[in-house]
């Protein structure tokens, strides 16, 4: 990057650290470090919920799955909406009326200790590893521009976040997502706009959909249905989608304390419903858009060189080793399928020829399997863990194209999106875990001054837990999707859990304990014999199984008196 660059982000970090603690003159008691004296208006709780959900993650890996996998995932999201609305007429008013700081206080209310806290586990655990992969995203960019080690990059980005977290709270995550999001669709939307400014004179934006359409990229809307029936291993279509998606924004919103925290900081119930209600309407309009500009993205490498490998780092370091002459005959190869595929594109934006469009689809064929060789050789020179570059697509685009104090700026939305995502999980982490177990668990009368150090304090743990994490991180594939995977492990369990607790009033403790433990048992199995490819599952069903799992083993251990 340029010095522009550097100029333009390191200021943007800094203003945005310093709004959000001079915003975040919350009280020194735990509803105030928690819970911002539950003070926010709807606009903040909804842009809160938003940036908890929009990591890094989503804005540095989501293009690049877009690129590869066309824009299927948004389909993921399509059972959000009518999550928001069941939660909005059952989870909010209940947890408001309950005044609790989290989800499973409720727990303990309707069940008993061993229930809350079985949960409470299952979400540290959950949402604990997921925020370590947060923190490596961030930690890629860091590596990447300044070629650091990894290692140290996930130490400092872990760090800086931290101080951010410990610092200010809820308010402080708040009112600084706020300015984030303003700053983040303002960069997109100009990442957007560059992509088509720098295609050819005579190709616009309705020519890129139509290239991007004749390499399947646009695929919003897949079935999932073959010729042999409906395929479960088909992890997005729009039926898993909506029941899949569906059980899990469920969970997510309702059951996981990141989502929870966030909006039990509304002034009242209205402000929380009216939140998560455009959050509902807002989620899958902004997701469509980020996955496009990946569609718009593959577009713009049909007329421009592409990389063959995207994260330059690890290109020049097998350049520098044994395999450097067979990389470069395969650099050489690609570059000749990439001159084909350029005039075969122009020619088939004039022309619309349905065997240009066949033609177009067997070069990106050849040329898939170029990449494919060069990452074997990326992992065969030790350069690379795992050959995959799905997470540097849109970074490379980013600092190789767009001019400079632009780079700075989209470099540090992503860095931004991270902090405002991360500083809540740890929020949330470190509330539940003085909650749900400190408190409950040690016999001290602490003073509202001593609990609000203690909640700083396991702030700062959880913060060196998720560092820890980020280390193990590497070569996990695509971030946006293993953050996604991860969540499936444990929250249909979870919200098996809330939905016995709110609408089978006969089940006792002891009941849903045991089912609980049993379905998150089968669920881990399941989900191991998919990866050993036993079975064929599509991880979305993960949630629908755990919750389904958990409501009938409920009832009918209920019903055996167990």
């Not at 490596?136 to 290692?151: E, K, Q, R, V």
């Not at 594109?345 to 619309?352: A, G, L, P």
């Not at 036993?534 to 389904?548: P, Q, R, S």
Request: net charge positive; hydrophobic share 50%; glycine share 8%.
């Amino acid at each position: 990057m340029s010095n522009i660059d550097w100029i333009v982000l390191c200021f943007t970090l800094l203003a945005i650290i310093g709004f959000g603690l001079y915003k975040s003159k919350s009280s020194k008691n735990l509803e105030g470090y928690f819970l911002s004296n539950k003070s926010m208006p709807w606009y903040l709780v909804l842009l809160s919920i938003m940036g908890t959900q929009a990591s890094a993650i989503t804005f540095l890996s989501a293009p690049g799955q877009a690129f590869t996998d066309g824009m299927r995932f948004v389909q993921y999201y399509f059972g959000l909406p009518i999550a928001m609305v069941v939660l909005c007429i059952t989870f909010v008013p209940l947890f408001n009326k309950l005044k609790v700081y989290t989800a499973y206080e409720f727990l303990e209310q309707r069940f008993d200790n061993k229930v809350r806290s079985f949960t409470s586990i299952l979400f540290l655990l959950s949402r604990g590893l997921s925020t370590g992969i947060s923190i490596y995203a961030p930690s890629i960019i860091l590596s990447s521009l300044l070629g650091w080690n990894i290692f140290y990059t996930n130490i400092v980005m872990g760090g800086l976040l931290i101080i951010y977290t410990v610092s200010g709270g809820a308010r402080a995550v708040a009112y600084t997502q706020t300015l984030q999001f303003i700053i983040i669709f303002c960069g997109m939307f100009a990442a957007g706009y560059y992509i088509i400014h720098l295609l050819p004179e005579n190709i616009g934006f309705v020519d890129a959909l139509k290239i991007s359409g004749a390499n399947n990229k646009l695929n919003v809307i897949t079935t999932g249905f073959t010729k042999n029936g409906f395929d479960f291993k088909d992890k997005y279509n729009i039926i898993s989608g909506i029941i899949g998606g569906f059980f899990l924004a469920l969970s997510y919103f309702g059951t996981d304390q990141s989502q929870v925290g966030r909006y039990l900081t509304a002034k009242d119930n209205t402000e929380s419903k009216l939140g998560l209600l455009m959050n509902g309407i807002v989620k899958v309009p902004m997701q469509f858009f980020i996955l496009l500009i990946g569609a718009l993205l593959f577009v713009f490498y049909q007329f421009k060189p592409m990389p063959i490998y995207f994260d330059k780092g690890v290109e020049e370091k097998v350049y520098q080793s044994a395999y450097k002459d067979s990389m470069q005959q395969v650099q050489n190869a690609y570059n000749t399928v990439q001159l084909q595929k350029q005039d075969a594109s122009i020619d088939y934006v004039k022309t619309n020829n349905a065997n240009l469009k066949l033609q177009i689809q067997y070069l990106k064929t050849k040329e898939d399997s170029l990449r494919q060789l060069a990452s074997h050789y990326t992992v065969a020179s030790k350069a690379s863990v795992d050959g995959k570059d799905t997470n540097y697509i849109f970074l490379r685009f980013v600092v190789d194209n767009l001019p400079k104090g632009l780079v700075g700026l989209l470099i540090a939305i992503i860095f931004l999106s991270a902090w405002g995502s991360i500083a809540a999980a740890l929020n949330s982490l470190a509330s539940s875990t003085t909650i749900d177990f400190h408190l409950r668990f040690t016999k001290q009368n602490n003073t509202d001054k001593q609990q609000y150090n203690l909640s700083k304090l396991y702030t700062l743990a959880w913060g060196i837990f998720c560092i820890v994490v980020a280390q193990l991180a590497t070569g996990i594939g695509s971030l946006i999707e293993a953050v996604n995977v991860l969540g499936s492990l444990f929250y249909g369990v979870i919200l098996g859990i809330f939905l016995v607790a709110f609408y089978c009033k006969k089940v006792q403790a002891n009941a849903v304990f045991t089912a609980a433990v049993i379905g998150e048992i089968f669920v881990i199995t399941i989900f191991i014999l998919d990866k050993l490819n036993i079975i064929g599952l599509g991880f979305l069903w993960l949630n629908v199984i755990g919750a389904l799992m958990v409501v009938a083993l409920s009832v009918l251990l209920q019903r055996m008196k167990i």
